[in-house]
């Protein structure tokens, strides 16, 4: 199977899962309130931190670990078991706690209910790495688009019923529950029961850094839950984290398939230059699909917003807009962090998350006390700092210089950017206001003026992918 097979299945899976989600999301915002939103949201980073400890960065190490064997799976599956189930009980006594630090007594319970979530997703974890390395994206893809379907069938019915933020709960506890049935039929997996000490040591070196990393991730991505649901009213929680879902369509999607997909796939290759070369292919489709989704987003957010949940989401809007161009270079990020962990510079791939986050946090700080939109440009600078440090940094060990890279993603984005201004100004020119109209108007400008304006620069990357698609 060629590589691009696995990207078309790895990117079938996630915009697949994504699809689903995102019209589950819109079905069941409809029925529930931001405030139901925001409470689940206050949890997001507790059991994000949770979910880092239990799978501690072991999944990247097996598999870039060439030799990785039965015995050394089944030694990470006990480190994820007794870790999840650790960090359940932690999790299910401090809920008392949580529920008093944000003064809403209904964590208590969602806090116990929804940390379950960690223990079934690490019984199947290593399976889900095995069938990874082993590059069988098209059985990922059958089991997480179903494991989907089934979660927001489950979560609308309760939404339907009365249920509330119990619904967003069982959505998540109903995607592990289903992944777990559906590893064990379609793989016939049944779990090996073995550890080994010096194994576990061996690994535990290199996973060390990554699990470092993935835990100051953790705390860069959800600690605007904490201060927004501290320091602001419960709904403009909801309203910031029905963003990030939506943001999540536009970025993480693309970010998780290009970076799930490719890296396997590069560690494989033993060679730098080869390995430079396919950065710099992955790198100019990332940006180019990346950039071409953010800006549609960024110049449609407010219609978008009120024509999929409603008037009652309008201020999610502006949110949505600020949060997607904090992520606007993160691709450059993503990517440079993939050089050095295949490169085994897992040290400085620790030090560059924890600098990230720093400035992330100090962001915050500085910020907090103030509107959610002035938040948000405090992270678009942390971001776009970070994004610059680790460009310098990462390149040069494959010798990927920044000048390079620079050049990639100017080439990438003039196209999107100015579609993007087109079609807003035409859409303030024609003075629409209904979001459906407004739609109608901006979507096809866009992407009339992005195909000119491809085909006028000869964007080579534009044709290339041109090309794949006639050809599908």
Partial sequence: MSNTKHYIWSAFNRFGVQAIGFVGNILIARQLTPDDYGLVGMLAIFIGISWNFTEAGFADCLIRKQDADRRDYATIFIHNIAFSLFLYLVLYFSAPLISAFFQRAELTDITRVLGLSIVIKAISLTEFTRIK??????????????????????????????????????????????????????????????????????????SNNLLISYFTNQIGQNIYSVFIGKFQPTAILGFFNQASKINDVSFQSINAVVLSTSYPILAKEKSKEIRKGMYKNVLNYFLFIQFTASLFIIGASNSLVVFLFGNQWEPTGPILALLVISFLLYPLSSLNSNIIKIENKSQLYRNLTILRNTLILFSLLLTYKYSIEIILYGLICARYISVI????????????????????????????????????????????????????????????????????????????????????
């Avoid at 777990?180 to 000490?197: A, E, G, H, R």
Wanted: charge should be positive.
């Fill in 389 to 472: 440090i680790d460009v310098f940094l990462c390149g040069k060990h494959i010798n990927f210089k920044p000048k390079e890279q620079a050049i990639i993603a100017l080439k990438q984005f003039i196209a999107p950017l100015v579609s993007c201004m087109v079609a807003v100004f035409f859409s303030h020119w024609f003075n629409v206001t209904i979001p459906w109209k407004s739609l109608l108007v901006f979507t096809p400008i866009y992407l009339i003026s992005f195909v000119t304006i491809n085909i006028i620069t000869s964007n080579t990357t534009f044709y290339i992918l041109l090309n794949k698609i006639k050809f599908k």
């Fill in 133 to 206: 390395k082993e590059l069988k994206f098209s059985r990922i893809a059958l089991i997480q688009i179903v494991s989907s379907l089934i979660s927001v069938v489950v979560a609308y019915v309760m939404a339907l019923n009365g249920w509330g933020y119990w619904a967003i709960v069982c959505q998540t506890l109903t995607i592990g529950v289903v992944n777990l049935v559906l590893i064990i039929i379609l793989n016939k997996w049944i779990p090996y029961f073995y550890f080994s000490w010096e194994r576990y040591k061996k690994m535990r070196g290199f």
